[in-house]
């Protein structure tokens, strides 16, 4: 038992009080897990671009005040009741969409989809009671889509943390809980390239770059990135990305770009910019008779796909994932072991590091489009 099992810890937070004003370091109160809940030391934390579009809070419900912050490393400080899996010591990574292990999605092995702990980002306290663990004098403070990581401590379900290999560095593996695997996965998960097979990625930040990745591992030999910000290109040749299309250097669509450079189409494509017009030319440059398109890029609201029918008749297929089809507690300790075996390179993902007092550089380094991730370090 650590000494400040059943207590309340009081801790450094970054609390965003409300949208698009600077996160304010604070010192609040981390009260106990409950039932099948989980203290948790976070170590390194890291932004993401859903942190930002939260905190900017267009177009959906605002939940101020709130702790963002969903990818992340630490250790466990407490567990509480019924907690039988993890105890205090324990190395895990939080993820925002957890696995109940009993829903009728967790028992698919073809879904990810928890029903119990899929992410929710209106909720703002514990599944448990509705309640918080965190608060500034008594006020409750939100929780973010049941990980909140920037805080010193957390409370997180149980069902939301993948317990993973103590030898492996907390500050790299940290880019695992969200944006890696999502990129990542959806290429060796989804998309499953073949050995020698063309790929084109939509969408060159983090997770566009680690779907590269993922094709690079499975052994395609052309990998065709697509931007509309051009400087974007040299950085992705790091990640074995072979050509390049920017859509704005050419007058036709860019499908019909892509069909001619590769003989009438790439046999795999990923889209992770989020773009309604980038996921309709991913599937429309698939080859016909074989190609496959995954989506990854979250939509706007009112976003309508259009496609003709014929383009699916003509034997081409459309997918779409979720964190890669990630079971997390399943399936991330593997990835940490890749990582520890040196099949992946994840250094070269992250681009800056701040302490957590400076948390908004991370936000600025983010919006001019300098980093890719930024580790916020939570040890000091
Ligand atoms: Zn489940
Ligand atoms: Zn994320």
């Known amino acids: 038992m650590s000494t400040t099992a059943g207590l309340v810890i009081r801790c450094k937070a970054a609390v965003a009080w409300e949208a698009e004003k600077p996160l304010a370091i604070e010192e609040v109160e981390v009260a106990p897990p409950q039932k099948m809940e989980v203290r948790v030391k976070i170590l390194f934390t890291c932004l993401c671009h859903s942190d930002v579009y939260f905190w900017e ?6 939940l101020f005040p709130r702790i963002l912050g969903h990818e992340a ?8 009741e019924g907690v039988t899996e993890l105890q205090p010591g324990d190395h895990v990574l939080p993820v925002f969409m957890g696995e109940c292990g009993e829903c009728a999605h967790c ?8 029903e119990v702990l899929r992410v929710n980002t ?7 009671d509705g309640k918080t663990r965190f ?3 008594g006020k409750p403070i939100y929780h973010f889509i049941g990980t909140s990581t920037f805080s010193e401590y957390t409370v997180v379900h149980v069902g939301c943390l993948a317990k993973i290999n103590p030898a492996a560095p907390l500050d790299k593996v940290c880019i695992l809980s969200c944006g890696f695997c999502t990129g990542f996965g959806a290429a060796v998960n989804v998309a499953k390239p ?3 097979q063309t790929v084109a990625i939509f969408g060159l930040g983090t997770v566009g770059l680690a779907a590269a990745e993922g094709a690079r591992i499975s052994g395609a030999s052309r990998i065709i990135g697509v931007d509309v910000v051009s400087s974007k290109f040299e950085t992705a040749k790091k990640f074995g990305v072979t050509d390049f299309v ?10 019909q770009v892509i069909a001619e450079m590769t003989n009438g189409g790439v046999d795999r494509s990923i889209e992770c910019s989020g773009s309604l017009e980038a996921m309709i030319s991913a599937f429309e440059c698939v080859h016909d008779g074989w190609g496959v398109a995954v989506l990854v890029g979250f939509p706007s609201k009112d976003d309508v796909f259009r496609t003709h029918p014929l383009n699916f008749l003509h034997e081409r297929t459309l997918k779409g994932t979720f964190f890669g089809n990630f079971k997390p507690r399943t399936d991330l300790p593997g990835v940490v072991e890749k990582y520890m075996n040196k099949e992946l390179e994840l250094e070269k993902f992250i681009t800056h590091e701040v302490v957590l007092k400076d948390i908004n550089k991370a936000f600025e380094y983010m919006l001019k489009g300098e980093s890719l991730r930024c580790v916020i370090r939570l040890d000091a």
């Open 57 to 62: 809070a267009k177009g959906q419900t605002p």
């Open 73 to 80: 490393a630490g250790i466990v400080e407490s567990v509480g």
């Open 107 to 114: 028992k698919s092995e073809e879904s990810n989809l928890c």
């Open 122 to 128: 209106d909720r703002g306290g514990m599944l448990h």
């Open 135 to 137: 608060s500034i004098n």
């Open 194 to 196: 073949k050995k020698g």
């Open 246 to 255: 920017n859509p704005k250097d050419h007058d036709k669509p860019v499908q």
